[in-house]
Antibody, heavy 118, light 107 residues
Framework: QVQLVESGGGVVQPGGSLRLSCAAS????????MHWVRQAPGKGLEWMAV????????FYADSVEGRFTISRDNSKNTLYLQKNSLSAEDTAVYYC???????????WGQGALVTVSS | EIVLTQSPATLSLSPGERATLSCRAS??????LAWYQQKPGQAPRLLIY???NRATGIPARFSGSGSGTDFTLTISSLEPEDFAVYYC?????????FGGGTKVEIK
């Protein structure tokens, strides 16, 4: 049973930083690329970032390039998203997602809410 | 960036009716398109990948078609659990993008 459990969400001030974690189980984590996707309140889905199975390659959406960093620790079966210089526009539920293959998402976490507010 | 435009924004139908959802890409994505279903308070679920392939465990009433820039998700006969928001997503290049969604609501 594949499980993805996000943690680290919460309230952060504008300009602040936050790191999300996603603990994976039920599959061979080190064999799959992983992604972060976010959803602002009442809005649609927005793809954020991807990291290859071994961590050697990452791609980002333009909206977060230079501010967010995706990383992984295959020894801990954990995916991370470091978010810096946060603004109100970054308020969203952040999902980690397992790549089925070829950049589709077959399993998702339950989401972590990040609220950027003073 | 490839823009995906979904229509209609809202579809009001009754259980048992056929639902036809559209996704149009700003440039060709070949057959590299997926559909997801999202219910309130839940994460999305993969329904269709590469335009027409059903994901594991997805009922046969869901079908996808199209290629290039025009795609369709069809639900042949709506079940009560199918009322939700549906998103398309392409994988033709970076960045990956999603459409804005179509809400299928009970009429």
């Amino acid at each position: 049973q594949v499980q993805l459990v996000e943690s680290g969400g919460g309230v952060v001030q504008p300009g602040g930083s936050l790191r999300l974690s996603c603990a994976a189980s039920g599959f061979t984590f080190s064999r799959n690329a992983m992604h972060w996707v976010r959803q602002a309140p009442g809005k649609g889905l927005e793809w954020m970032a991807v990291i290859s199975y071994d961590g050697s390659n990452q791609f980002y959406a333009d909206s977060v390039e230079g501010r967010f960093t995706i990383s992984r620790d295959n020894s801990k079966n954990t995916l991370y998203l470091q978010k810096n210089s946060l603004s109100a526009e970054d308020t969203a539920v952040y999902y980690c997602a397992k790549e089925r293959e070829n950049h589709y998402f077959d399993h998702w976490g339950q989401g972590a809410l990040v609220t950027v507010s003073s | 960036e490839i823009v995906l435009t979904q229509s209609p924004a809202t579809l009001s139908l009754s259980p048992g009716e056929r639902a036809t959802l559209s996704c149009r890409a700003s440039q060709s994505v070949r057959s590299f398109l997926a559909w997801y279903q999202q219910k309130p308070g839940q994460a999305p679920r993969l329904l269709i990948y590469d335009a027409s392939n059903r994901a594991t465990g997805i009922p046969a009433r869901f079908s996808g078609s199209g290629s290039g820039t025009d795609f369709t998700l069809t639900i042949s006969s709506l079940e009560p659990e199918d009322f939700a928001v549906y998103y398309c997503q392409h994988r033709a290049n970076w960045p990956l993008t999603f459409g804005g969604g179509t809400k299928v609501e009970i009429k």
